[in-house]
């Protein structure tokens, strides 16, 4: 079963940078959907990022873009989010998420991340980590 640990959430002014990190295991897969949501209060979730493990290919919701950017490290089964000119409407729980059955065109399209509990709903969380950008 695939677990998920995100981290490095807190507290900056607008304009400040956050890096996010999201540690998985209890999988083996070389060819993941990994990405990014997150969560405001009284707001429907957004998946802010995407990016598929083996070909590094990547998905950026419009309201990050050129902001945002999304990595991982295959090796060390990690993802991070380097979130840079942060906005107070940024504020919201971002989740780590996992998908191990999407195929890659829905990684790097933005349908998972508009979509990820649609079939083949094998979507794995990690608990969340809150980021709150305020002066």
């Known amino acids: 079963r695939i677990q998920l640990e995100d981290s490095g959430g807190g507290t900056v002014p607008p304009g400040g940078s956050l890096r996010l990190s999201c540690v998985g295991s209890g999988y083996t897969y070389t060819n993941l959907c990994m990405g990014w949501f997150r969560q405001a209060p009284g707001k429907e979730r957004e998946g802010v990022a995407s990016?598929?493990?083996?070909?590094?290919?990547?998905y950026y919701a419009d309201s990050v873009k050129g902001r945002f950017t999304i990595s991982r490290d295959n090796a060390k089964n990690t993802l991070s989010l380097e979130m840079v000119g942060l906005k107070s409407e940024d504020t919201a729980i971002y989740y780590c998420?996992?998908?191990?059955?999407?195929?890659?065109?829905?990684?790097?399209?933005?349908?998972?991340?508009?979509?990820?509990?649609?079939?083949?709903?094998?979507?794995?969380w990690g608990q969340g980590t809150q980021v709150t950008v305020s002066s």
């Open positions: 990016i598929y493990t083996s070909s590094g290919r990547t």
């Open positions: 998420a996992a998908d191990p059955k999407r195929m890659p065109y829905d990684c790097y399209s933005g349908s998972w991340a508009r979509h990820p509990d649609d079939y083949p709903a094998s979507t794995y």
